[in-house]
C-alpha cells in the first residue's frame, strides 16, 4: 500500500510528482507509467491474444456466470478482472458502477430516460442500452449533474 500525499503549491512554482520507494519494482514502475501516460488500461483476450485497451474505449463491463466482458465499440474481450477490481483500478476514469453485474463509461452515453421501477435506461453511442439499477441513480445522477 502506498502512502498518498498532496501539496497544493502557488501557480508560479512548477508542478510535480515525486515517487519516494524502497525499491524499484514492477508496482512502481506501472504507476509511473500511468502516470506518464495519463490513461488507465487494462488486458482483455480474444481469440487467445491479449491487449492493452485504453479505459476511455470501453462502452461497458459485465459479469455474466463468474466472467467478466469488456465491451468495445466492435468487440468483446474477456478479462480476468472481477468488477470490483475493474472499478479500484479506474477509481479517476468515467467508469461508473450502473448495477450488480455491471460497470457502464458515462462518456458513451448518449441519452437517459426513466424506466420502471426507478431504474433508468442509458442508451449508449453505440445503440446499445443499459439498465441503471434504482440503486445506483442518485449516484448516478450526482455524478453526472443531473
Same mark, same amino acid.
Given at each position: 500500500m502506498?502512502?498518498?500525499s498532496?501539496?497544493?503549491?502557488?501557480? $508560479? /512554482?512548477?508542478?510535480?510528482?515525486l515517487v &519516494?520507494? /524502497?525499491? !524499484?519494482?514492477?508496482?512502481?514502475? +506501472?504507476?509511473?507509467?500511468?502516470l506518464? +501516460?495519463?490513461?488507465?488500461m487494462?488486458?482483455?483476450?480474444?481469440d487467445?491474444? #491479449?491487449?492493452?485497451?485504453?479505459?476511455? $474505449?470501453?462502452?461497458?463491463?459485465e +459479469?455474466?456466470?463468474? @466472467? #467478466?466482458?469488456?465491451?468495445? @465499440?466492435?468487440?468483446?474481450?474477456?478479462? @480476468?478482472?472481477?468488477?470490483?477490481?475493474?472499478?479500484?483500478?479506474? &477509481?479517476s #476514469?468515467?467508469?461508473?458502477?450502473?448495477? @450488480?453485474?455491471?460497470?457502464?463509461?458515462?462518456?458513451? !452515453?448518449r441519452?437517459?430516460?426513466?424506466?420502471?421501477?426507478g431504474?433508468?435506461?442509458?442508451?449508449?453511442l453505440?445503440g446499445?442500452?443499459? !439498465? !441503471?439499477? &434504482?440503486q445506483y441513480?442518485a449516484?448516478?445522477?450526482k455524478?453526472?449533474?443531473?
Amino acid at each position: 500500500m502506498f502512502k498518498i500525499s498532496i501539496q497544493q503549491i502557488p501557480a $508560479d /512554482h512548477e508542478e510535480e510528482v515525486l515517487v &519516494r520507494c /524502497h525499491e !524499484i519494482n514492477d508496482e512502481v514502475l +506501472s504507476l509511473v507509467e500511468k502516470l506518464k +501516460s495519463g490513461e488507465t488500461m487494462l488486458l482483455g483476450v480474444r481469440d487467445g491474444e #491479449t491487449f492493452r485497451v485504453n479505459v476511455k $474505449d470501453i462502452f461497458y463491463a459485465e +459479469s455474466v456466470d463468474s @466472467k #467478466t466482458y469488456l465491451y468495445l @465499440k466492435q468487440s468483446v474481450l474477456d478479462t @480476468k478482472l472481477k468488477l470490483y477490481e475493474i472499478e479500484e483500478q479506474c &477509481r479517476s #476514469t468515467k467508469l461508473f458502477r450502473c448495477s @450488480k453485474s455491471m460497470i457502464v463509461n458515462i462518456a458513451k !452515453i448518449r441519452s437517459v430516460a426513466s424506466s420502471v421501477n426507478g431504474r433508468l435506461e442509458a442508451k449508449l453511442l453505440n445503440g446499445e442500452v443499459v !439498465i !441503471i439499477s &434504482r440503486q445506483y441513480v442518485a449516484a448516478f445522477k450526482k455524478k453526472i449533474g443531473m
